[in-house]
């Protein structure tokens, strides 16, 4: 039996009162299919805020490091979380992302590949560019906006798929696609 739906629940009821998380663009989120969500980080709290209101399962690739801690490393893989070494081309973590969206399952990255140390979005890695090029998935962006303070609004925006048919056509580079990316996370900030 997966430990997911029951700690998902047990974690939806600490935050959401607590943070006050109010969700929005739900709508746009596809219910069936490869998902490549990309979001902004602010906090140590975004997956498992993401994780609470998305409305399907999402399998987050994070730094290795997490994985070195023993009770921690088997609580993240009963999630579905996978390791990725940072500061280069991990294979093996690029091939993992790859084959969850190969399996139609939903894909949560945080391209800035690290938190906001002031909360403004930094520039992207072009890790996100490269799932979304090299995948069929339906890519959604989403955006964390507010200070995690007790009692405040925390909002969570789940913006439309951005239309993928005429960048994959036109071949356009990881790091120019990443590029778009981070610019529809920004304008869901913006709103």
Known sequence: MSLYPFARSVVAGLLKPTYRIKVEGL??????????????????????????TSPRKVFFMAKAELFNVPVLNGLLKNFGTFPVKRGGGD??????????L?????????????????????????????FALRSDAAVVPCAIIGPYKSLKTLRVVYGKPINMEKYRQEKISPE???????????NLIKK
Do not use: Q, Y
């Open 27 to 52: 709508e746009h989120f596809p219910k069936e299919g490869a998902v490549l969500l990309c979001t902004n980080h602010i906090s140590n709290l975004d997956p498992p805020v993401v994780g609470v």
């Open 102 to 130: 190969k399996e139609g399952n939903v894909l949560g990255l945080f391209p800035e590949g690290t938190r906001s140390k002031n909360g403004e979005l930094g520039k992207g890695l072009p890790g996100a560019g490269f």
């Open 91 to 100: 294979r093996e973590a690029l091939r993992a992302g790859l084959k969850v």
């Open 176 to 186: 120019e696609m990443t590029n778009i990316i981070m610019s529809e996370i920004g």
